[in-house]
């Protein structure tokens, strides 16, 4: 079965690289449109939660926190969206709980390799 | 990068342009608004972040420096005055233009410097930095290297698990870059009662050879470099990781036979001491002493069948040593005959082996003077003209089992039936199974031979071999079939210094007899109405004689009411032997008896039971075989 990934990014055309490049892998996608969206529609089918970090409503830090409290979802890696002038966000992040990052802007075979890492 | 995914960024983009015309103007009236000025933030974040990915990368550098203006502001470091919302205004028409237009000309790229430059001096704050502007990402050309061989140290903080990284995966990752050798360090895993699944406290190391970089291992921890401790150190000559078995050249060592007698004496005396340890665990009632007790009983376990183990020796040294035996002895005979061998590897007692040689030259002598033809008479019967003599060795259970066969002519059983009533060993008319036939060769002073050979006619006969059996608790059963050959068997115990016993009891006095031997107990009442001292019972039907311990051993006291009788089998026979009671069974590391004992040939040894004191091991044949004099006397 297909392993299931949640893209969370308030930019539709982040949203649709994301989803695009991991679908091309044979990868479900959920996407979300902010920390909010995404916490509704989480499932303990998700694998992984790739995540902007400056989203609206709920953004990315919170959504790692929420997520890392929800027992079922304890142990999901969390892939962050982070720019290179965004290092205390990083920091934030990791701190939070994320599982890792890309830096924006990114490759899609590099979000692919990270994807491999982190889900195996 | 397709032309649909380029139009959803423009589309996107153009919407985010629109969004931020009408947040800046509602800047312009409300300029303290912190919500408006990181919606703004977030729209210019966007636009660059997306820019660069769909190849539009004059934007994201434009953008770029928008955003660190923005930034400033954001954090109060520039106010917001009409003029600072102009300048941007026109910025976001400049990338609306740029939008259009991807490659950025000459022309454009002017016209954003000059918006930059006036965003310089109303914000005095900001200073455009050029450096960091970033581009669309560049996969670095992997340069090939020469495998180089790294020891990479990883040790995970225990709670890396709860940030969704999974080691294994690293390594796996690891492992992909090259040839990779793990070891997992587990000694930091803390007993049951305070495991906690959710932590990690494995340790690893590795031991890598790649033609990846330093950094590509290093990356590899990216995620996890402030959770884990990760060294990687280059190793300067290619090695492999020593192996825990380190297959040195000579890992064998000599130690004298006396030190190894003595560490199986020790070891039983432990054994001993921990049968008594485990009994006053029991009878104590406390749990601390019954876990003591019961880790001491797997420690002694452990430790009796290593040391047992190091006595243990391969056959297969006594088997090619009747190589040469059987090369001379065909020479000798005019025969040819080969000697084939099977499970050399089968491990004995050292004890054991060095008293299988005899019996087992015996029957290798006799196989091939008695078992082989002649050359000519093997041809006439149809037969290959060489022989093969076989000795085979195999386990089976706590015995071993050796074999000696040939592809001779079999046992003539009406011969041997003549010879022995000829040697008086049976009455001309007795009734014999074929077993106990052909077992009328080891009896003292048979020989079958035509003639009396060089070889096998010594007058010494088999019977050396059921004497040397008996030594070694042994037994042997006889196969044949005329003109195929014969088969001789001895089932031979694995080691000498344990036996299965059953204890005794007499008039206070403990006895051990080989399991092996014994086949039934009985209960015995009516002892005193006998007058003789030795009797007969009747077991189903068989008259069985037998004695008492009390009697034999001229023990003091009166015997209970109802005594046991054990009933054993021996050469001689079914025998009896009554005691007061029978205890079970009994696992006895035997003790010899001083050398003042030596010619008490009853009692070969002695054990020391769980509660110190001493029981003797009764010898059941020699026992018996007094016993049928004693019977015959009387």
């Known amino acids: 079965m297909a392993k299931t990934i949640m893209t969370v990014d308030d930019s539709a055309s982040v949203r649709q690289l994301v989803g695009f490049t991991l679908r091309s892998e044979g990868y479900e996608v959920i996407e979300a449109v902010d920390g909010k969206d995404a916490l509704h529609r989480l499932t303990s089918a998700v694998r992984l939660i790739v995540t902007d970090l400056n989203m609206p409503n709920i953004d990315g830090i919170e959504l790692i926190r929420a997520v890392r409290a929800t027992p079922a979802c304890r142990y999901i890696p969390i892939i962050m969206l982070t720019t290179e002038s965004q290092d205390s966000k990083k920091q934030a992040g990791k701190a939070a709980g994320a599982t890792g990052w890309i830096v924006k802007p990114f490759r899609p075979e590099q979000l692919l390799a990270v994807v491999k890492k982190v889900l195996g | ?634």
């Open chain 2, 1 to 634: 990068m397709n032309d649909v995914q380029r139009q959803v960024y423009i589309d996107e983009a153009a919407e985010l342009l629109s969004d931020l015309e009408v947040s800046l103007l509602a800047l312009e009236e409300r300029p303290d608004d912190a919500e408006l000025i990181g919606r703004i933030f977030r729209g210019l974040h966007t636009i660059k972040g997306s820019g660069a990915m769909f190849g539009f990368d004059a934007i994201a550098s434009f953008t770029h420096q928008l955003e660190t203006a923005f930034e400033a502001v954001r954090d109060g470091r520039v106010r917001v005055t009409p003029d600072l919302i102009g300048l941007t205004l026109d910025a976001r028409d400049h990338i609306q233009r740029l939008l259009h237009q991807p490659a950025a000309d000459a022309l454009s790229t002017e016209a954003g410097m000059r918006i930059l430059a006036r965003l310089c001096t109303a914000a005095p704050d900001f200073e455009p930095a050029a450096a960091d502007v970033p581009r669309s990402p560049e996969v670095p050309a992997e340069i090939p290297a020469a495998p180089r061989q790294y020891r990479i140290h990883f040790e995970p903080h225990p709670d890396i698990l709860l940030t969704g990284n999974d080691p294994i995966l690293l390594l796996r990752e690891l492992a992909g870059l090259g040839e990779c050798s793990l070891v997992a360090q587990l000694d930091r895993i803390p007993q049951l009662d305070a495991f906690d699944p959710e932590q990690c406290c494995t340790r690893w190391d590795a031991l890598l050879t790649t033609t990846a970089s330093e950094n590509a291992i290093r990356d590899i921890f990216i995620f996890v470099e402030e959770r884990a401790t990760v060294t990687i150190e280059r190793v300067a000559e290619p090695a492999r990781v020593p192996e825990a078995r380190c297959s040195a050249p000579s890992a064998t060592l000599r130690v004298s036979a006396d030190k190894l007698d003595s560490l199986v004496n020790i070891v039983g005396e432990l054994v001993t001491v921990q049968a008594r340890l485990s009994g006053y665990a029991a009878a104590s009632g406390s749990a601390e002493a019954g876990l003591i007790a019961e880790e001491v009983e797997r420690l002694t376990e452990r430790l009796r069948e290593t040391t047992m183990s190091v006595r243990m020796l391969p056959i297969g040294e006594t088997f090619s040593r009747f190589k040469r035996l059987v090369r001379d002895l065909s020479a000798e005979l005019g025969k040819n005959v080969e000697l084939t061998t099977e499970g050399d590897d089968t491990e004995l007692d050292k004890t054991v082996i060095e008293q299988l040689n005899d019996p087992l030259m015996h029957l290798v002598r006799n196989a091939v003077d008695h078992g082989i033809e002649r050359p000519e008479q093997r041809r006439a019967a149809g037969k290959p003209a060489n022989g093969t003599v076989r000795l085979a060795a195999r386990h089976a259970g706590a015995f071993v089992l050796i074999e000696v066969s040939d592809d001779g002519t079999g046992m003539n059983r009406d011969a041997i039936r003549a010879r022995a009533v000829e040697r008086g060993i049976i009455a001309p008319g007795a009734v014999l199974t074929d077993q106990e036939v052909l077992s009328l060769i080891f009896k003292p002073g048979f020989s079958t031979a035509e003639r009396v050979t060089e070889i096998s006619g010594r007058g010494v006969g088999m019977d050396v071999v059921q004497r040397s059996l008996d030594a070694l608790r042994g037994s042997l059963s006889l196969a044949s079939e005329t003109g195929l050959g014969s088969t001789v068997t001895l089932k031979i115990p694995l080691t000498l210094a344990i036996i299965d016993g059953l204890l005794l009891e007499a008039a206070g006095e403990f006895y051990v007899v080989p399991l092996s031997n014994i086949s039934e107990c009985l209960e015995l009442t009516r002892r005193s109405a006998r007058p003789a001292r030795h009797s007969l019972i009747e077991v189903r039907g068989e008259l069985v004689p037998y004695i008492a311990l009390r009697d034999h051993f001229a023990l003091s006291g009166d015997p209970p009411p109802v005594e046991q009788v054990i009933v054993a089998e021996t050469r001689e026979g079914k025998c009896g032997f009554v005691v007061d009671r029978v205890i079970g069974d009994h696992h006895t590391v035997i003790k010899k008896l001083g050398c003042l004992y030596r010619h008490v040939e009853e009692i070969p040894g002695a054990t020391i039971l769980g509660n110190g004191s001493v029981a003797l091991i009764l010898d059941v044949e020699r026992l018996a075989a007094e016993v049928m004099r004693e019977t015959c006397r009387n």
